[in-house]
């Protein structure tokens, strides 16, 4: 009865591959969300979904691909693999989203080595 | 956009004394104030929150203040304990597509 769930939990790649994570939520939320915690712990919004629509861009690189199956499902996609992408990533999803505030609540990351 | 700042950077605490972190915001527009506190490799998760319609909230050993008019608010734990260690993390935001992070405040209880 995992509420958010990420898969997988460790990735370690070689520059210039693409890799994907999966993210899924079952609390019947509607908005999901990417974050990026650099090496220092600092958490960065990268992209925020709602009913699968993208409300967010955080001028994240457009190798960055995310995609939203269904509104349980916010994925991923990372292209040319770079040094500097290496970082945990947390997913996250919210009840509603817009001009209402939810509490946001974490999926337990996966982090990201870059070779 | 809002931006953030959480002060200090570290903290070193006695078990058993209080610990306060505190935060400024920028957007006057923000009115919703969580915090989450992080264990060594885990996710955030949510500890207190606060909107702005009030000044203060308590749960058991937390309780968070907010000042609107100096755009500030605080987290003070008492009584800390070493389950207390982790990263703490304020945050705001007017609507919940774009919460803004403060730098996280590492917590290290003494025993």
């Known amino acids: 009865d995992t509420a958010v769930s990420q898969t997988p939990k460790y990735l370690v790649t070689q520059m210039g591959n693409d890799k994907s994570i999966k993210c899924e939520q079952n609390?019947?939320?509607?908005?999901m969300y990417w974050y990026k915690q650099d090496s220092k712990k600092f958490l960065k919004i990268m992209f925020s979904?709602?009913?699968?629509?993208?409300?967010i861009n955080e001028t994240v690189p457009n190798r960055f691909s995310p995609k939203s199956p269904d509104k349980a499902h916010l994925n991923l996609h990372i292209n040319s693999l770079e040094l500097g992408d290496s970082a945990v990533y947390f997913c996250?999803?919210?009840?509603?989203?817009?001009?209402?505030?939810?509490?946001?609540?974490f999926g337990p990351g996966t982090r990201l080595t870059v070779l | 956009g809002e931006n953030v700042e959480q002060h200090p950077s570290t903290l070193s605490v006695q078990e058993g004394d209080s610990a306060v972190i505190k935060c400024t915001y920028s957007?006057?527009?923000?009115?919703?104030f969580p915090w989450y506190k992080q264990e060594l490799g885990k996710r955030p998760q949510l500890i207190i929150d606060?909107?702005?319609?009030?000044g203060e909230k308590k749960d058991q050993r937390i309780a968070v203040t907010l000042n609107k008019t100096a755009k500030h608010f605080s987290l003070h734990i008492t009584e800390t304990q070493p389950e207390d260690s982790a990263v703490y993390f304020c945050?705001?935001?007017?609507?919940?597509?774009?919460?803004?992070f403060g730098a996280g405040t590492t917590v290290t209880v003494r025993a």
């Open positions: 606060i909107r702005s319609n009030v």
């Open positions: 996250a999803s919210s009840q509603s989203g817009g001009m209402s505030t939810d509490t946001q609540y």
């Open positions: 945050a705001a935001t007017y609507n919940d597509y774009k919460l803004s």
């Open positions: 609390l019947g939320h509607d908005t």
């Open positions: 979904y709602n009913n699968k629509e993208l409300i």
């Open positions: 957007d006057s527009a923000s009115n919703y």
